[in-house]
């Protein structure tokens, strides 16, 4: 195939040695690979939202002075959805690592300096991803039929994992709602709980979940490693990491190995923590009705 990066930084020695580098062999596309660069976000936008301006991937560095690489990246997620979102930055702090889960959904967080085969390596892992997103939102008919095929017509299966009881009960006591919305004849939730990571991929190589909030500091497997073995046995579930001492390094683990879809901090507010899990349970309907 042919890929199209479109590539955006403020400082123009960067974007010539991006461009540089991207074009030296190995390419990344199998037909070659076409590149669009720019130093003005609002600029590139424009040209994102034109009739032939598709990309496949884009790399946005974060510290630019009009507009920040997450702000650029999250409205670029709303005139393309489909391109892969790679945030190129030389530091960052945690609230910004949480906002490019959070907001800007970036698929991997590339540090300066870069390696060129790592840079390379990061745009090739990301694309594969993603035609493995669309293989998976193909039509029952032609990506076979499963337990995960076709609309959900069955309660989400929610897995909660943290190796803290108390914390473990008051987060199943808080989506459960008391068990208004996980009894009856008709329950909205499945709600399984664990204190053990290894009991939580066996459940899930028993039966996937739709969505998991798993603890990062749990002292069997941290939850990064947890959710990244999670997304090789089930690619569908939505990952949500959860932790109260979220640094850095940790928050572009939970981008680059888990492929989080959301990070919560605790202590979590009961509201903003049920609103996370209905936009994250909307968006893995969607990934069987599209």
């Given at each position: ?5 479109l590539?955006?930084?403020?400082d ?9 580098e ?7 596309g ?5 590149i669009?660069?720019f130093?003005?976000?609002?600029e ?9 301006g ?6 946005v ?5 009009d ?6 990246l ?6 393309q ?5 790679l ?6 702090d ?5 906002a490019a ?22 745009i090739a ?20 039929a ?16 943290d190796?803290?009881?108390s ?6 006591r ?8 996980t ?9 399984i709980d664990?204190t ?9 190589r ?43 390094e ?23 923590l ?17």
């Amino acid at each position: 195939m042919l890929c199209r990066l479109l590539v955006v930084d403020d400082d123009q020695h960067v974007l010539n040695a991006l461009r540089r580098e991207l074009l030296r062999p190995p390419h990344i596309g199998t037909e070659g690979i076409e590149i669009e660069t720019f130093r003005l976000p609002t600029e590139a936008l424009q040209r994102a939202a034109e009739a032939d301006g598709y990309f496949d991937a884009a790399i946005v560095d974060y510290h630019m002075p009009d507009m920040d690489g997450i702000v650029f990246l999250d409205r670029l997620r709303d005139l393309q959805p489909d391109a892969v979102r790679l945030l190129l930055t030389g530091s960052i702090d945690a609230d910004g690592a949480i906002a490019a889960i959070n907001a800007a959904r970036v698929d991997h967080l590339i540090a300066k300096p870069w390696h060129e085969y790592d840079l390379k390596s990061r745009i090739a892992l990301a694309l594969h991803q993603r035609q493995l997103r669309r293989d998976l939102q193909r039509p029952p008919a032609l990506a076979g039929a499963g337990d995960d095929a076709g609309q959900l017509q069955r309660p989400y299966r929610l897995l909660l994992v943290d190796d803290e009881p108390s914390l473990l009960k008051a987060l199943v006591r808080e989506l459960s709602l008391g068990g208004r919305v996980t009894g009856g004849a008709h329950p909205l939730f499945e709600i399984i709980d664990t204190t053990s990571a290894a009991t939580a991929l066996e459940l899930a190589r028993n039966r996937c979940p739709d969505l998991v909030i798993a603890d990062y500091a749990m002292l069997q497997m941290d939850g990064i490693e947890l959710l990244h073995q999670l997304r090789q046995v089930c690619p569908r579930c939505v990952r949500i990491l959860m932790s109260g001492h979220a640094n850095p390094e940790i928050l572009m683990n939970a981008i680059n190995i888990a492929g989080v879809y959301h990070f919560i901090g605790k202590p979590w507010e009961a509201s903003a923590l049920r609103a996370v899990i209905a936009e994250a349970l909307t968006y893995r309907s969607l990934l069987d009705r599209l």
